[in-house]
């Protein structure tokens, strides 16, 4: 225990007290839970690691505990959808270490609000106005006005009108903020051509306001004629904050546009900004959140991420993973490709999926016994990114593989589709899904540990921090959205879960418990 003397003894000599070394220094919750993650994820990590195609290829299966090979390989789809969600299933029994190891994996990781009943998102959002509902899916539908209130309450709590939607694709978030909130935004697009697609969607709204009598109405406001301004221009993660961009793509699209968070002055007009991206894929939310610290005239950051496995590691400064000192610091902090693509799953749909069985469950065996024929022909080819198709899972295993081969290169005509050996493959189809199960369950914890270190971060730099589950995990299953500011939060979330759950209740959807993840949003 620190500062307790500890007794040692000296070649020849009577037993003398050490001197009490220094303090074990504090640790947050945040940097606990960091260091946990990480001794489940070292304990497990075969598992974590292992890719499904390779099932047969490495017998993953005799991998696994010996003690739980007998429940999982014995258990129904609708058991193990209970062991994801923490129920058991009807009539299971798990071996107790089994149980040990799912309840930790849930533990640790961060609540993800409450899935809503309806298994799909809705067609039409009655949160978004018609007009600006027109080219946008209905998960983005979901999502859009609920990241849009979030922002405004950063507004009104900061002083900020300015936002600057980095990753903007074709516009649809800022033409939200923009139209219907009254927002003066920025969208920043690395790809000139989803540029210039926005800005023809907001000539077309604009068309349709003009036409208009009377301006449609959002929650009992006209929509606001002001567009977006649109900049092609992408993130250099490197660059100091007054060289925030880099030329568009493709290359020759153009000369990189003025920096939108401005120079030693401030930004384009002197104002201060706010910064958000929706679902900002790989290293471009870690680059935002260094943007963020080092640019004074960024009040207010609310970042989205995606694509975990696109993270750069170390060497690269900055990397992607780990970005805090906290987490580089602890002895198997480091994440494989694997790891990172893991927490991208959607652990909510993979369950719908189990309770409602169906051909989508022979998806993960088909591939990997696919996997198992073009390693036996050309053993040199694994782990081709191979796409028979999006419903090739409701084929049979010959017309399936009939449309993989070819993709490897090889011809169908020479490879035994109907042998013993492939119908011994597919009879495991059960215990491939048990397998993927089990790295279900430690996805959101990786997920955890990825955004615990981008809050962590954002704490040595003394910055106000909350993770908030903003949307429906079911709908959108990366939903935690990392809000930082320069100033304390407590404004800007207090209600925010009333206000973003409001609307039409023919959505079929339940309100999210969208504050109630929030971490201490004091600075360490």
């Given at each position: 225990m620190p500062g307790v003397p500890v007794t040692s003894r000296v070649p020849g000599g009577a037993a003398v007290a050490a001197p009490p070394g220094p303090p074990e220094p504090r640790q947050s919750p945040e940097q606990r839970r960091a260091a946990d993650i990480i001794r489940l994820l070292t304990l497990y990590r075969p598992l974590l690691d292992a890719f499904v195609i390779d099932f047969f290829t490495e017998d993953l299966w005799a991998q696994l505990p010996a003690a739980w090979q007998p429940a999982l390989a014995g258990a129904t789809p609708v058991q193990l959808a209970g062991l994801l969600g923490g129920s058991g299933g009807p009539g299971a029994a798990w071996p107790l270490s089994l149980l040990a190891f799912a309840a930790a994996a849930r533990a640790l990781a961060f609540p993800r609000g409450c899935p809503a009943r309806c298994p799909h998102p809705p067609c039409q959002s009655s949160r978004l106005p018609p007009p600006l509902r027109r080219h946008v899916k209905p998960k983005k539908q979901h999502e859009i006005p609920r990241l849009g209130k979030l922002l405004r309450r950063l507004s009104r709590a900061t002083g900020?009108?300015?936002?600057?939607?980095?990753?903007?694709?074709?516009?649809?978030?800022?033409?939200?903020?923009?139209?219907?909130?009254?927002?003066?935004?920025?969208?920043?697009?690395?790809?000139?051509?989803l540029a210039g697609l926005a800005q023809r969607f907001d000539r077309e709204l604009l068309r349709e306001l003009g036409k208009a009598r009377r301006a449609p109405a959002h929650g009992g406001h006209p929509l606001t004629p002001r567009a977006p301004r649109h900049v092609a221009g992408r993130l250099d993660p490197a660059a100091p904050w007054a060289e925030f961009l880099l030329p568009p793509e493709p290359p020759g699209a153009g000369p990189a546009a003025r920096n939108p968070l401005g120079g030693p002055g401030g930004s384009e007009d002197g104002e201060r900004v706010l910064v958000t991206g929706l679902h900002a894929c790989g290293d471009l939310s870690p680059a935002l959140l260094c943007h963020f610290a080092r640019s004074p005239v960024v009040a207010a950051v609310a970042l989205v991420g995606c694509c975990y496995m696109k993270l750069s590691t170390a060497p690269r400064q900055p990397p992607g993973y780990p970005l805090s000192a906290s987490v580089a610091a602890l002895p198997g902090h480091q994440l494989s490709y694997r790891a990172r693509e893991a927490a991208c799953h959607a652990l909510e749909e993979y369950q719908g999926r189990l309770r409602g069985g169906g051909a989508h469950l022979r998806a993960h065996c088909y591939r990997a016994a696919l996997e198992s024929l073009i390693r036996a022909a050309e053993p040199a080819k694994r782990h081709l990114g191979l796409q028979p198709g999006r419903k090739a899972h409701g084929l049979s295993f010959p017309e399936y593989a009939q449309l993989g081969l070819p993709l490897a290169g090889l011809d169908p005509a020479g490879v035994p589709l109907d042998s013993g050996a492939v119908g011994a493959m597919l009879e495991q189809q059960h215990k491939v899904v048990a397998f993927c199960t089990l790295g279900q369950l430690l996805a959101p914890a990786v997920e955890t540990l990825i955004l615990l270190d981008r809050l962590l971060y954002l704490r040595e730099q003394g910055f106000h921090c909350a993770l908030v589950p903003l949307f429906n995990p079911r709908f959108s299953p990366r939903n935690l959205v990392l809000v930082a500011a320069r100033t304390p939060l407590d404004t800007a979330l207090a209600g925010l879960a009333k206000d973003t759950g409001d609307g039409d209740s023919s959505e079929d959807e339940e309100p999210e418990e969208a504050a109630s993840l929030r971490e201490r949003q004091s600075p360490q």
């Open positions: 900020c009108e300015r936002v600057v939607d980095v990753g903007a694709g074709q516009g649809h978030l800022s033409r939200f903020l923009a139209f219907g909130l009254g927002l003066r935004v920025t969208a920043v697009e690395s790809d000139a051509r």
